[in-house]
């Protein structure tokens, strides 16, 4: 693969391009060696018989996550994972006095909102999703309801959803070798048609979001199968589900033992912490979780870091074509 070349590149080549000079410039070192992912298929097999639902994570997202906690007022949000940085710009709604104010995606509501995007994008191949029956199966499987009021789910999806989809990523990426970056919208428009008073009544017209060109290319061309069962058992969370998402995905590609450093961990999925072993004393409880729905996941914990040992993915890629949510097998 050629390093000589920069700039803008579609998401998903920037993502391997670069993880692909991280690799070969860290060839020195010891325990962050490991060869570039393979793209999984789109036919996943289920490797529990516990795992009755199939869906897709963006592969982005595996990598990189959105915020835990809400930025507020920030001009700009980032998150780091080796050589790559994710920078989130956040999108607007208005206020009670109808000025629009900058609003950022955060928690677990928008990480499963883009797992639904992707799973509907890899079964439908289309970029205008339908936001009806789809989705309500969807929020069934994850043991959530359509309920209105102000902390009601449908009120608080239909908030994340306007700050998701008017959110704009930017992906760098920069090695000795290397550099590049990849700028992305999740949507290129959405209309949305709900009444939090009557969640229960299908809208009078279908709501609708379309996804951009670059997020959909990286959803359907390299999606990551997870286990939406797995999914409602960590929604409590959106650490733990950023912990699986990242665990499935990475044991897809690692050949051999390896530490991540608690450091590395803690740009990558950090918080506000003021100490790293207050990082690690959350993660690591966090991870106790995650290993209850995905035993087969041989991690420990080192002095040094996470250690990381081959394991198969909670959903393997091949075998068993991906379901609709809700269809069950």
Do not use: C
Request: proline letters at 9%.
């Amino acid at each position: 693969m050629d390093d000589e070349g920069a700039g803008q590149l579609p998401l998903g080549d920037a993502l391997e391009r670069v993880k692909a000079a991280h690799a070969r410039s860290a060839g020195r070192a010891i325990n962050h060696t490991h060869p570039a992912p393979e793209s999984p298929s789109l036919a996943p097999e289920i490797v529990s018989a516990e795992v009755a639902e199939v869906g897709y994570a963006a592969r982005l997202f595996a990598q990189l996550s959105l915020p835990y906690r809400d930025p507020g007022d920030a001009p700009e949000w980032r998150r780091r994972n080796g050589a790559l940085t994710l920078i989130v710009n956040p999108g607007y709604v208005p206020d009670p006095n109808g000025d629009p104010v900058r609003a950022y995606p955060f928690g677990v509501l928008p990480r499963l909102l883009v797992t639904w995007m992707a799973t509907e994008a890899v079964r439908t191949k289309e970029r205008t999703l339908v936001l009806g029956g789809s989705l309500n199966s969807f929020l069934r499987v994850l043991g959530l309801h359509r309920k209105g009021g102000p902390r009601g789910d449908i009120s608080r999806l239909r908030d994340q959803m306007t700050r998701l989809f008017g959110s704009r990523l930017v992906v760098l990426g920069m090695t000795e070798h290397f550099d590049a970056m990849a700028a992305v919208a999740m949507a290129d428009g959405y209309e949305l048609w709900w009444s939090p008073r009557r969640p229960a009544d299908e809208p009078l017209w279908q709501s609708t979001v379309t996804l951009s060109e670059p997020f959909f290319r990286s959803v359907v061309e390299a999606p990551i199968p997870v286990d939406l069962a797995a999914l409602a058992e960590l929604r409590g969370s959106a650490l733990r589900l950023d912990i699986y998402t990242w665990l499935t995905y990475r044991m897809s590609y690692l050949r051999k033992p390896t530490t991540v450093p608690w450091e590395s961990l803690a740009f990558q999925f950090g918080g506000d912490y003021k100490q790293l072993r207050q990082f690690k004393a959350n993660f690591l409880r966090q991870l106790a979780a995650v290993r209850v729905v995905y035993p087969t996941a041989k991690v420990e914990p080192a002095s040094a870091g996470l250690v990381l040992r081959p394991s198969p993915t909670h959903v393997r890629a091949r075998g068993l074509k991906g379901g609709r949510p809700g269809a069950g097998r």
